[in-house]
């Protein structure tokens, strides 16, 4: 079969934050497992919203009209084995550069379904709070899961954990090698 390709996007505005780190430890694993990573830092990208012209929907050669970066990222989402998705809970749920990302996914479906359909994803989550409930993670957490139950895409594994200051998740030694393991088996599985 070949080499399998991760996909790990970076939905923080920190390049060297926790939700970075754990996915460095999630390319560490992924890479230590045979497969080619790439990794797309969203913060530095110009996504725009989606205007909700539904043009996507009506014609086949397009995925969407609006000309920013998200035109890079379709035939990387498309060619992906797995898709790690990073962010930190902002505000309850994922961050802003994460949410744009996501919403102009719609452009990869239709009448036939969805693109990203039998996809594997990974979801890397920090938060500055003890707790998933009270952070707001639970809430990213099921909005991943709903999501990805909807457009037929697969969850291999959730990493997620709590750290309030830049840098601080990677004393969570427990959760950095969760991260790696994660990794190794977005590489393994098929």
């Known amino acids: 079969m070949g080499r399998k390709k991760i996909m790990i996007v970076l939905g923080s505005p920190r390049k060297k934050g926790n939700s970075a780190i754990l996915a460095k430890q999630v390319a560490a694993g992924a890479k230590a497992g045979g497969a080619g990573v790439?990794?797309?830092?969203?913060?530095?990208?110009?996504?725009?919203?989606?205007?909700?012209?539904?043009?996507?929907?009506?014609k086949k050669d397009i995925d969407c009209v609006l000309d920013d970066d998200m035109q890079k990222l379709y035939p990387k989402l498309r060619s992906a084995d797995a898709i790690v998705i990073a962010s930190p809970i902002y505000w309850f749920t994922v961050s802003a550069q994460t949410k744009l990302f996501m919403d102009r996914w719609y452009a990869l479906g239709g009448e036939e379904g969805y693109e990203l359909a039998g996809k594997r994803f990974g979801i890397v989550l920090t938060y500055a709070d003890a707790d998933p409930f009270i952070s707001g993670a639970v809430n990213a957490l099921r909005t991943f899961q709903d999501a990805f139950n909807f457009i037929?895409?697969?969850?291999?594994?959730?990493?997620?954990?709590?750290?309030?200051?830049?840098?601080?998740?990677?004393?969570?030694?427990?959760l950095m090698a969760e991260a790696y393991e994660l990794g190794k088996k977005l590489a393994a599985e098929a």
């Not at 969203?42 to 205007?51: A, G, T």
């Open 38 to 58: 790439e990794t797309f830092y969203l913060h530095d990208m110009k996504i725009k919203p989606c205007n909700a012209c539904d043009v996507c929907r009506k």
């Open 152 to 174: 037929g895409a697969k969850i291999v594994g959730m990493v997620y954990g709590s750290a309030w200051k830049a840098g601080e998740i990677r004393r969570n030694e427990a």
